[in-house]
């Protein structure tokens, strides 16, 4: 089981504890540091000291970093045109040296995107745009040097596109698509996909939706690599009562989200509850740090945790 960090700066925090963050999960031997992309905090924080781009900040931190992968989980599609997105994501795997994975969902808070006077539109409109942008992120990063790539879709049009940067890695970044959904979700992770993530839920729903995925890939006939599934877990752990106590806490503070499962409990048990996700299929798991100083977490799971892992 490979684990990752995903943390959520929009609920505030600085770029030096992002950093500070990512090169500690880096020394205590995570797979990735991964980090949302959202401009306005989901809880009652008022999001001090304030929001900050996803790509701008995992640049930096490509230039701090040496081994660790970086991503998003994920980018909205809302926010960005394709084209300069496939700009920057391979401005960003140059800059790592080829340590990028790339998420892209189709973009799910309204409110958010009210308050910056970003188009919003309807979730069917939402999903369309991201089945044209992940053909034309792919697209253009796989098109060879010295050809030009271009699309005439609905929503968006390209010609004679350059398709450069190329990423470092060929044809580009693995690509992951994530999400609950029953229809849309499974057939664009299975058309385009390397990864599949479930967002934080129940090791059962995950194999459900890992089973969805399975049925889309053999439906849409997929030509890829068989996809990797991933998911992303709440986690408040630690040697007392209090300690997890104090986690859980900030793990389960107000939002406008929905209730999500927390697995909580001391590094045995926790072991225990995550090995159930192993067996729902997940090879990958995405740890949330809600708090970014908390590394003594980071430690404890390194320690006590992910070496006992299936």
Same mark, same amino acid.
């Given at each position: 089981m490979r684990v990752c960090v995903f943390t959520e700066p929009h609920r505030g925090a600085t770029f030096d504890e992002m950093v500070r963050a990512a090169r500690h999960a880096e020394a205590a031997g995570?797979?990735?540091?991964?980090?949302a992309d959202h401009f306005m905090p989901v809880n009652r924080s008022d999001g001090f000291p304030g929001p900050s781009d996803a790509w701008v900040t995992l640049g930096a931190i490509a230039r701090e970093t040496r081994t660790i992968r970086l991503g998003t989980l994920l980018t909205s599609a809302t926010f960005r045109h394709p084209a300069i997105t496939a700009v920057t994501v391979a401005q960003v795997d140059e800059m790592s040296n080829g340590r990028i994975d790339f998420g892209l969902g189709a973009g799910w808070l309204g409110a958010e995107h009210t308050a910056l006077g970003i188009p919003f539109f309807t979730p069917r409109e939402r999903f369309e745009r991201l089945d044209e942008q992940l053909q034309i992120i792919t697209g253009l990063w796989a098109t060879p040097r010295g050809e030009r790539f271009s699309f005439s879709g609905k929503h968006f049009t390209l010609v004679d596109a350059l398709a450069l940067p190329k990423p470092v890695q060929t044809p580009g970044p693995p690509v992951i698509v994530g999400g609950r959904g029953p229809k849309s979700? $499974?057939?664009?992770?299975?058309?385009?996909?390397?990864?599949?993530?479930?967002? $934080?839920?129940s090791a059962k729903k995950c194999a459900e939706q890992y089973e969805l995925v399975r049925a889309a890939s053999e439906k849409y006939g997929r030509t890829k690599a068989p996809l990797v599934f991933s998911a992303s877990v709440a986690v408040a752990c630690g040697r007392t009562d209090a300690e997890i106590a104090e986690r859980l806490a900030l793990l389960e503070e107000p939002s406008i989200l929905p209730p999500e499962p927390v697995v909580a409990g001391t590094p045995a048990q926790v072991v225990e509850e995550l090995a159930a996700y192993a067996e729902a299929g997940a090879t990958r798991l995405y740890v949330r740090l809600r708090d970014q100083s908390d590394l003594d977490l980071l430690d404890l799971l390194a320690a006590e945790v992910i070496p006992h892992l299936p």
């Open positions: 995570y797979d990735g540091f991964f980090r979700t $499974p057939r664009l992770a299975a058309l385009y996909a390397d990864e599949y993530n479930v967002p $934080p839920s």
